[in-house]
């Protein structure tokens, strides 16, 4: 009962905090008000109360062996140790470093020699003075009309 009380006079604070807002002609701030303030009467009146102090007692628990549990330690060091593995990878990644594949070998010593790899012909259209070709070539007619445009 003392909790249904509570969740009200909230919500009740919370609408005559918006009325004032809405007064003072600040209808985006009393809108958010009003939105605040209906979340005490419905987490009372869907039965969600109960729900967050579970929650609560639950992260306290958690954050007192946090404290004191080396095994905690353990699985946070864990959890970062993958975040920046992770982390690593994608930049990696977009850096464009290449993984080993099956022809090149990993061992040391001196490579084989790769045979020549004849070279795309240019996108047609580009003038080879002062171009260069970024692999972008077939959005140079978009870049053509745009540039006629003047956008």
């Given at each position: 009962?003392?909790?249904?009380?509570?969740?009200?006079?909230?919500?009740?604070?919370?609408?005559?905090?918006?009325?004032?807002?809405?007064?003072?002609?600040?209808?985006?701030?009393?809108?958010?008000?009003?939105?605040?303030?209906?979340?005490?009467?419905?987490?009372?009146?869907?039965?969600?109360?109960?729900?967050?102090?579970?929650?609560?007692?639950?992260?306290?628990?958690?954050?007192?062996?946090?404290?004191?549990?080396?095994?905690?330690?353990?699985?946070?060091?864990?959890?970062?140790?993958?975040?920046?593995?992770?982390?690593?990878?994608?930049?990696?990644?977009?850096?464009?470093?290449?993984?080993?594949?099956?022809?090149?070998?990993?061992?040391?010593?001196?490579?084989?020699?790769?045979?020549?790899?004849?070279?795309?012909?240019?996108?047609?259209?580009?003038?080879?003075?002062?171009?260069?070709?970024?692999?972008?070539?077939?959005?140079?007619?978009?870049e053509e009309i745009l540039r006629k445009r003047g956008i």
């Amino acid at each position: 009962m003392l909790t249904a009380a509570i969740s009200f006079i909230l919500t009740a604070g919370g609408v005559a905090v918006a009325g004032l807002r809405a007064r003072r002609r600040r209808f985006l701030s009393a809108t958010r008000w009003f939105a605040v303030a209906l979340l005490p009467a419905g987490l009372y009146l869907t039965g969600l109360f109960p729900l967050a102090s579970t929650i609560g007692r639950e992260f306290a628990d958690w954050a007192a062996k946090l404290v004191f549990d080396p095994r905690v330690w353990a699985g946070i060091v864990l959890l970062g140790v993958s975040a920046v593995l992770l982390v690593t990878t994608r930049w990696m990644g977009r850096r464009g470093a290449v993984e080993d594949s099956p022809e090149r070998p990993a061992a040391a010593g001196p490579a084989p020699e790769r045979p020549a790899v004849a070279q795309a012909p240019k996108a047609q259209g580009k003038s080879a003075a002062g171009k260069r070709d970024d692999g972008l070539g077939d959005f140079a007619d978009i870049e053509e009309i745009l540039r006629k445009r003047g956008i």
